[in-house]
């Protein structure tokens, strides 16, 4: 089924007279609209208005008898399919980027496993203030989603700039698009995870054990997935490239914290795992290592853990799952000996020896290594790759159900 259950945050800003149309529009469209109204929102917009539109109890109190006796918070932040701030005052998104929850709105964020897209709504100073653009940072990079702001008027008399909130279509689209919900692509209403990029493994506080991957492939099928009408998280290493499109982004370093990322985003029906994982990482020096009349250091590996292989082992495992092989020889032997050890569907085999240009290339020749066989493609842009691989996931995801 398609997922269409909204948690409307209202924050306390002049825009929340625009949340009330927002949650016409979404009904119009079938979603289902819970709302939580902060104390600040309540001071525009009345709880009557939120409950006649939506056609729910407005909710209000974290702690309510009656709320905590047949929904609860905990069940209030679950029972959705994405949680959407609007407006997304400069207070809540500081919460929300620091963990706070002392009221029913940030203890719901808190709480929530759904996505959360942030329709920020502020005075045009506030949003360029420091202190807003490291939480918005922190929060993209905690993989929250944002549409807006928007620039114009201010409600403040001769002001205008950055800071007013979307409209409220403009919200609906970004909810469409990141439930899939209004497209009709194959993949729609499908959850699809992706990871992309290299892992940085510390060695010391200035030093990284790294790879050449640039993120291109993953990202670039992360993208596909979302115009086929997914709903696709992209748990990304370090990365130089473009955020693609219609995609939630969650920002890694190494590989440990890109398994938990993963855990996170999990269940999902299709799990793309493009990123070149480090295999082994160090201790980790807290200090600098200096040069000294010791000689060069001696680096003791410890072995990462294998993502893909954890997933596949877990019982809420995607019911398509696909491993990448970045092999420098004998590509399609060691894929499908992968295939095998790894536990996943399908294996795309690429050859990433220096001559191929495949890695950091715009370009990439691929082969698909499943049980049934070995396809391999000509050589074809990695934007061509995603889009061709993306039908293909989407014939077998329903080959599967
Ligand atoms: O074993 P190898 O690194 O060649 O396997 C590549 C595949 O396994 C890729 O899909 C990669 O994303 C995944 N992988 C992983 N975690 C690791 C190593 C690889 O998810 N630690």
């Known amino acids: ?222 993208e596909a997935a979302a115009r086929a009408g997914a709903a696709v998280t992209l748990i990304s290493g370090p990365v130089v490239i473009p955020d693609p499109a219609g995609v939630t982004i969650v920002r890694v370093e190494t590989a440990r914290e890109m398994l938990l990322a993963v855990e996170a985003a999990l269940p999902a029906d299709i799990g793309v795992f493009a990123a070149a994982v480090a295999d082994w990482r160090t201790e980790g020096a807290p200090q600098k290592i200096k040069k000294g009349a010791g000689g060069p250091p001696s680096l003791a590996l410890v072995e990462n853990p294998d993502i893909l292989a954890t997933v596949a082992r877990r019982a809420d495992r995607p019911g398509l799952l696909v491993g990448f092989a970045a092999e420098t020889e004998n590509v399609v032997e060691h894929a499908k000996a992968k295939l095998a050890r790894k536990g996943c569907d399908l294996i795309v085999a690429n050859d990433v020896s220096p001559e191929s240009g495949v890695m950091g290339g715009d370009a990439n020749t691929v082969h698909l290594v499943t049980e049934d066989g070995v396809e391999s493609w000509p050589p074809m842009s990695k934007a061509d790759v995603a889009e061709t691989l993306v039908a293909r996931f989407a014939a077998l995801h329903g080959l599967k159900k």
């Open 1 to 222: 089924m398609t997922a269409r259950r909204i948690l409307l945050v209202i924050g306390g800003g002049i825009a929340a007279y625009k949340s009330l149309d927002l949650i016409r529009r979404l009904k119009e469209r079938g979603f289902s609209v819970r709302a939580i109204l902060t104390a600040g929102g309540a001071e525009f917009v009345t709880p009557l208005s939120v409950a006649t539109l939506t056609g729910e109890r407005c909710f209000r109190e974290l702690f309510d008898l009656t709320d905590e006796h047949d929904v609860g918070h905990i069940r209030l932040a679950r029972d959705a399919d994405l949680v959407v701030v609007a407006p997304a005052t400069a207070d809540l998104l500081a919460k929300l980027a620091n963990g706070l929850a002392n009221d029913l709105a940030s203890t719901a964020l808190l709480a929530t496993t759904a996505p959360i897209l942030a329709a920020p709504a502020m005075n045009p100073t506030m949003w360029a203030n420091a202190a807003t653009r490291r939480n918005v940072e922190r929060l993209k990079a905690d993989g929250v989603a944002f549409v807006g702001p928007a620039t114009g008027l201010m409600a403040e008399r001769g002001e205008s700039g950055l800071g007013r909130m979307s409209e409220p279509l403009d919200i609906v689209a970004a909810v469409e698009a990141r439930l899939g919900a209004g497209a009709s692509g194959p993949l729609a209403g499908k959850r699809v995870l992706v990871t992309s990029g290299p892992t940085h493994e510390p060695i010391d506080p200035v030093r990284v054990l790294a790879n050449r991957s640039s993120g291109r492939q993953g990202h670039a099928i992360a």
